[in-house]
């Protein structure tokens, strides 16, 4: 069965800090990537998505994220973060199949310190 | 973009009586919709897909008969939780995509709390 795994649970950073946050997933076939941000009081929004092609993906907000199919990893990046994003990270897979399910990691809880 | 309306955000009720969440795609169609569920401090765990016109799909460890799910037209899916237990409160959130065109949007979410 397919999982995801986020290893940090919970982060605490100072503004213009650089951001990396963690996500592995076990599934042997293709899959589609995604990261989500739960801002305060907000639904989910997609930040950013791999299907194919380059595996280094750019979000909004100057999020990226890489893809390294090796090992299974498709880590979050930013270079320097601000107090405004503060907020819930959630990685999520799917098996690019037809159901197109996703598949949550346990999400990282950031917190920008001004 | 894609907006998904989810009603109500927030329900207490007794234990014992059914309550029903709407989740609605604004503008656009969607023939597939999600139902999660996150407890605190958990992640969303996928409940059941949707699918308008037909019975929907459940995941392993939900009962059917207890999550009562309706997609009868491609903006509205509905989940009743049919005679409800203290054990039933949690976030509940819906999401929908457009036909064969990912990602999925999310709705709000709805709290519901059972006494």
């Known amino acids: 069965a397919q999982s995801v795994s986020q290893h940090n649970h919970h982060v605490i950073l100072s503004e213009a800090a650089s951001l990396e946050l963690g996500c592995n997933y076990s599934?042997?076939?293709?899959?589609?990537l995604f990261w989500y941000v739960q801002y305060p009081g907000q639904h989910l929004q997609l930040l950013l998505k791999?299907?194919?092609?380059?595996?280094l993906v750019k979000g909004i907000k100057g999020f990226e994220a890489e893809f390294i199919k090796s090992k299974f990893s498709f880590n979050l990046r930013k270079p320097s973060v601000q107090w405004s994003d503060t907020a819930e990270y959630f990685c999520?897979?799917?098996?690019?199949?037809?159901?197109?399910?996703?598949?949550f990691g346990t999400g990282t809880l950031l917190a920008v310190q001004p | 973009g894609a907006v998904v309306s989810q009603h109500p955000s927030w329900v207490i009720c007794k234990s014992g009586t059914s309550v029903k969440i709407e989740c609605r795609s604004l503008?656009?169609?969607?023939?597939?919709m999600f139902w999660y569920r996150q407890f605190p401090k958990q992640s969303l765990m996928l409940m059941a897909t949707?699918?308008?016109?037909?019975?929907?799909?459940?995941e392993q460890g939900v009962e059917k008969d207890k999550f009562l799910i309706n997609h009868a037209s491609l903006t509205l899916s509905t989940l009743t939780v049919t005679s409800a237990h203290p054990e039933d409160s949690s976030f509940y959130i819906c999401?929908?995509?457009?036909?064969?065109?990912?990602?999925?949007?999310f709705g709000d979410g709805t709290r519901l709390s059972i006494l």
């Open positions: 999401s929908a995509e457009t036909p064969g065109i990912p990602p999925q949007h």
């Open positions: 599934y042997g076939g293709t899959v589609n």
């Open positions: 791999y299907f194919s092609g380059d595996p």
């Open positions: 999520a897979v799917n098996g690019g199949g037809a159901t197109n399910k996703l598949i």
């Open positions: 503008d656009f169609q969607a023939t597939t």
């Open positions: 949707s699918n308008e016109g037909s019975k929907a799909t459940y």
